[in-house]
Structures are given as C-alpha cells and as structure tokens.
C-alpha cells in the first residue's frame, strides 16, 4: 500500500502513520523525522534545515526532493510505505509525481486530513517527542505511562522548538500558502480521500482504515 498523508501540522498524520507501520508493517517516511535525526547528528543537513525549522518555514524543495528519492529507493519501500509531510509544496508533488512514474510505481491513495484550527493549536501546544525513537505523546491527550519518559524506549520527552507558539501561527500560514495547492493537484484524482481527522486516536485509525481499505 502507497500512501501519502496531508494535513496541517498537528493534524495527527505522524500518530496514525507510526499506527499503520506497527499494526500493518507500512514503512513510515516521515520527512520531518528525517530532519530531525539529521539535526540531532549534526550532519550538513541538519545544520542547514535546522534555522528554517526552527521558524516553521520549510525547507527548500530541491534539499526534500533528493531525499524522499533517494528514501523511496530503499528496499523496504518497494512494498509499500506512508508519506508523512510530503509533498508539501506544488514543485514537490510534481516531482514526486515524476518520481513514482519513473519507477513505474502508483500511489494508491492521498488522504487528506481535515481539521479545525483550534483544535490543532491544543495539539500542537502540547505535543512532546521521544528524543530516541521520535515516538509521539500529548500532555493531556497521550500521556505517557510515566511523565517525561517515553513507554518504549525510556528516553526523555522534549517539547519541539516549533511547538512554540510563533513558530506554530508561521507553520499554519506556510501550510495555507504552500499545502494547500497539494490538495487541489490532487483533488481532481481518484486517489484523493478526505479523512476527518477529529476524534480520538483509534476513532481516527478506524476511520483512517475505512479510507485506505476501500476499492
Ligand atoms: P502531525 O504529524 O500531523 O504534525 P502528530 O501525530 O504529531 O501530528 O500529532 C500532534 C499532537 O496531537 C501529538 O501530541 C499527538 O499525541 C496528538 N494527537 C494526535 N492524534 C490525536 C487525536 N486523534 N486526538 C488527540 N490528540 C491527538
Ligand atoms: P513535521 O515534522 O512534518 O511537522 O515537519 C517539521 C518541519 O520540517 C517543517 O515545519 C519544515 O520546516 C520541515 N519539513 C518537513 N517536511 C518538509 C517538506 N516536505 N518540505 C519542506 N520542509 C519540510
């Protein structure tokens, strides 16, 4: 299965994409994870995305392009995989479309979740991350067992510099501006389903399931 989320940020795409990978062994290539492990080791990428991050601005789409291909050809993706955070620009759907085309792949279906913005803000004000495994919790909403230590790996939670919120109110534009021509590319296509991406974890999963499974 060949998935690509779209959402705004805090829409829930990461939560239900790390569900799919540990329910349905769908890899999960989350590009902002990809990011943020590339900061976390100090590579050139990291140095260069980490300022626009920080901001909530994006990358530039030639750095995203390359990586998301070079990602795809990696063989446990030739099965299937969810796209999380990609294609986030118009230039990077094009691409990407040329992309599967050329390795004569198909995407099954782009799921587009729908949320209101305030809940979203709650989301995102809230949210921590597993500083090893990028596993995700929510102060209030997914809890952790113990508090400020991830249940898998025990690793200390963080809160994201662009939780903040001036990097937050940034991330919303830049979705507006720049994401939303992504629904519109993909809107006039069969592959196009909306998911209402409200609700509880599993009311979302099952919801999520509905959307993918379907013929
Ligand atoms: P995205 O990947 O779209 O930015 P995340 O999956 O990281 O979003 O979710 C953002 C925050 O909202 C996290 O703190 C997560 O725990 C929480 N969250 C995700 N889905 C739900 C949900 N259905 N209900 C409540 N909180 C949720
Ligand atoms: P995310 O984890 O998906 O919320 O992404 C965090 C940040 O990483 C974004 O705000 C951008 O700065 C950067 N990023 C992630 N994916 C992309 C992308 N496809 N294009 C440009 N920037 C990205």
């Given at each position: 299965?060949?998935?690509?989320?779209?959402?705004?940020?805090?829409g829930g795409?990461?939560?239900?994409?790390?569900?799919?990978?540990?329910?349905?062994?769908?890899?999960?290539?989350?590009?902002?994870?990809?990011?943020?492990?590339?900061?976390?080791?100090?590579?050139?990428?990291?140095?260069?995305?980490?300022?626009?991050?920080?901001?909530?601005?994006?990358?530039?789409?030639?750095?995203?392009?390359?990586?998301?291909?070079?990602?795809?050809?990696?063989?446990?993706?030739?099965?299937?995989?969810?796209?999380?955070?990609?294609?986030?620009?118009?230039?990077?759907?094009?691409?990407?479309?040329?992309?599967?085309?050329?390795?004569?792949?198909?995407?099954?279906?782009?799921?587009?979740f729908q949320i209101r913005?305030?809940i979203?803000?709650?989301?995102?004000?809230?949210?921590?991350?597993?500083?090893?495994?990028?596993?995700?919790?929510?102060?209030?909403?997914?809890?952790?067992?113990?508090?400020?230590?991830?249940?898998?790996?025990?690793?200390?939670?963080?809160?994201?510099?662009?939780?903040?919120?001036?990097?937050?109110?940034?991330?919303?534009?830049?979705?507006?501006?720049?994401?939303?021509?992504?629904?519109?590319?993909?809107?006039?296509?069969?592959?196009?389903?909306?998911?209402d991406a409200e609700g509880e974890?599993?009311e979302v999963?099952?919801?999520?399931?509905?959307?993918?499974?379907?013929?």
């Open positions: 299965m060949k998935l690509i989320f779209v959402g705004p940020p805090g795409k990461g939560t239900q994409a790390r569900l799919l990978q540990a329910r349905r062994a769908i890899p999960q290539i989350a590009t902002g994870d990809i990011l943020r492990e590339a900061i976390a080791q100090d590579t050139a990428l990291g140095r260069d995305a980490r300022r626009s991050m920080e901001a909530g601005e994006l990358v530039p789409d030639a750095v995203m392009i390359a990586i998301v291909e070079e990602r795809l050809r990696r063989p446990d993706a030739y099965e299937g995989f969810v796209l999380d955070g990609f294609p986030r620009t118009l230039p990077q759907a094009e691409a990407l479309e040329e992309t599967v085309n050329r390795m004569q792949r198909r995407i099954d279906r782009v799921v587009d913005e305030e979203l803000i709650r989301r995102l004000s809230g949210r921590r991350v597993c500083q090893v495994g990028g596993h995700i919790y929510h102060l209030e909403y997914q809890p952790p067992r113990e508090a400020g230590l991830c249940d898998i790996d025990h690793s200390p939670l963080y809160q994201r510099d662009d939780d903040r919120p001036e990097a937050i109110r940034r991330r919303m534009e830049v979705y507006q501006v720049e994401t939303l021509p992504v629904l519109d590319f993909y809107q006039a296509r069969s592959v196009y389903a909306a998911l974890v599993e999963y099952d919801r999520l399931l509905a959307v993918v499974d379907r013929r």
